[in-house]
């Protein structure tokens, strides 16, 4: 189904010793990466539930960032580009481009088959990756906390995903 | 964010004895933001008229995506506070017919409404979060 699109299964791949700045730059572009999705099904799209669902993307999203920036301002880390943050980076435009090349029914089946994808892809390097990894305990607070809504995006996309299928 | 939430829940509930003399059927819809109630903290019988009204008063937490009890069981005319104490907008919205919506509510802010019937509510915000009031 998603074989499309780069699986974004790099964190496990490499394995990397991230540093807590490191940590927390693979957190904000995770997030942002996802808004640019959203950006893009907002241009798109003409299906209210996927405007809908990108509205609440770009909300909550941002709404990490700004956990995310605050704490870093709190400890005093700046947050470092690293090997994970950049194949995120990189992976990434191949699927908005994928994205873009796509337009009405494909483009919300391409958009929300990518949604699913990408959150079960983040929800386990979080999981499995980040949180381990991260020495600072609000930092792994952080990412402990933002496991619920994004596993509520999945059950959201997936809903999304089989109403798609529906019709 | 957390004990402001509360502190706002605790004087809604003394704010409240100031409806209790009003015929509930006349207000079926009464519903109010908590920001603008301003309680009478002056009023000699607010205890004892606290503790009356505690029975019908109920929050439910909304944290970590979820509506804290997601099930609740109440009497008609009973007050419900939703207060919002995750990091993101949730709304609070009947589910099946869309007969009310709180609106989106900030963090650290809540959203009251007296029930008279039972009603399956979601977010509408993040679709898969549901709750459920039973009217006795
Ligand atoms: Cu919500």
């Known amino acids: 189904m998603a074989s499309m699109f780069a699986p974004p299964i790099v964190f496990a791949q490499n394995n990397p010793k991230l540093t807590d700045a490191e940590v927390a730059s693979v957190a904000v572009v995770a997030n942002q990466i996802d808004i640019s999705y959203a950006e893009i099904a907002k241009k798109k799209s003409k299906d209210a539930e996927i405007l809908k669902f990108a509205d609440t993307m770009i909300n909550d999203h941002n709404a990490v960032i700004g956990q995310a920036a605050a704490l870093v301002k709190k400890l005093g880390v700046t947050p470092k580009d690293n090997a994970v943050s950049q194949q995120l980076l990189s992976d990434a435009e191949k699927t908005k481009k994928v994205l873009n090349s796509k337009s009405g029914k494909a483009f919300d089946k391409a958009y929300t088959d990518n949604e699913v994808a990408y959150h079960k892809a983040v929800i386990g390097a979080i999981e499995n990756l980040l949180i381990p990894e991260t020495d600072n305990p609000e930092l792994k607070e952080l990412l402990t906390n933002v496991v619920p809504a994004l596993k509520t995006h999945l059950g959201h996309a997936e809903m999304v995903q089989k109403m798609l299928t529906g019709n | ?136």
């Open chain 2, 1 to 136: 964010m957390k004990n402001y939430a509360f502190f706002i829940a605790a004087i809604l509930a003394i704010g409240c004895s100031s409806n209790d003399e009003l015929n509930k059927e006349e207000y079926p819809v009464f519903e109010e933001k908590h920001k603008t109630h301003t309680p009478d903290l002056n009023n000699p019988t607010v205890n004892s008229v606290e503790v009356k009204n505690s029975a019908h008063f109920h929050t439910i937490e909304i944290k970590q995506m979820k509506f804290l009890p997601a099930e609740l069981t109440l009497q008609s005319g009973d007050t419900v506070m939703w207060i919002n104490n995750d990091f993101v907008l949730h709304d609070v919205t009947e589910e099946n017919k869309k007969r009310w919506t709180s609106a989106p509510i900030a963090t650290g802010e809540s959203w009251s409404k007296i029930v008279t019937e039972s009603a399956e509510y979601f977010c509408s915000l993040h679709v898969v979060m549901k709750g459920k009031l039973t009217v006795e």
